[in-house]
């Protein structure tokens, strides 16, 4: 089955900056992947998500990029504020064939802004 | 608010004891999804239901099990819970199957097993 690795685990930055979270993939026949921002006790709420026919997708401060070669996936948040602080999850999924559609997801990034 | 509604928002019990969570999926979605979260196993997928019918099976133990109703809610059923069950459980909705559909997250229900 599908396996998902996300790094890092934790990252601290300095508001105004950039971050980049990275996700590697094993099944070469997943082609939709989202990613979810979790605030602590709540629901993963999609920010944005790309599919194998796009290499890179942008909406506003957040992008992200793919890359089906190496099987690995990359989300960008620029001038970050506070309110970005949170635990971030990619995930992937086939999303056709046979309508097996569970998500795998990483491990999550807990993402934190300094002011 | 993801228009996806799961009852109760928590539930307290004790092992062996056997508990149902329930989920309305959004207005218009058809396919219902369960996943687990805990601090030592992440995120993971459970089962997947489409108009009625099972579609997938992730991580699911033998102890639970699910089912999707004419109305399309859904409930997933613990069985002979054990203190490891204790977790957030998280169903989600999307239109369709097979088709890259955003899958919209309820707010979960927190279970503790004591």
């Known amino acids: 089955g599908e396996n998902v690795e996300q790094h890092p685990s934790t990252l601290s930055v300095q508001e105004g900056d950039s971050a980049v979270i990275k996700c590697t993939y094993s099944d070469s026949a997943s082609n939709y992947f989202p990613w979810y921002k979790q605030e602590l006790g709540k629901r993963p709420q999609l920010i944005i998500d790309?599919?194998?026919?796009?290499g890179e997708k942008k909406d506003q401060r957040i992008a992200v990029t793919l890359n089906k070669t190496a099987k690995h996936f990359s989300l960008h948040i620029t001038e970050t504020q506070p309110e970005d602080s949170a635990v971030y999850f990619c995930?992937?999924?086939?999303?056709?064939?046979?309508?097996?559609?569970?998500?795998?997801f990483g491990k999550g990034t807990h993402l934190i802004i300094q002011p | 608010d993801s228009g996806v509604t799961q009852t109760p928002k928590h539930l307290i019990t004790a092992t062996g004891q056997r508990v149902t969570l329930r989920c309305s999926p959004r207005s218009g979605d058809l396919s219902v999804y369960w996943y687990q979260q805990s601090l030592d196993q992440g995120l993971q997928f459970l089962i997947q239901y489409y108009n009625g019918e099972e579609r997938a099976k992730g991580n699911i133990l033998e102890r639970f099990s699910a089912q999707q109703f004419p109305d399309l809610h859904s409930e997933l059923n613990l069985s002979s819970l054990e203190l490891g069950d204790s977790a957030l459980y998280f169903c989600?909705?999307?239109?369709?199957?097979?088709?890259?559909?955003?899958?919209?997250f309820g707010p979960g229900t927190r279970l503790l097993v004591l």
């Open positions: 790309i599919r194998s026919n796009v």
């Open positions: 995930a992937a999924t086939p999303g056709t064939g046979g309508g097996a559609d569970g998500l795998t």
């Open positions: 989600a909705s999307s239109l369709a199957v097979g088709l890259q559909e955003t899958q919209y």
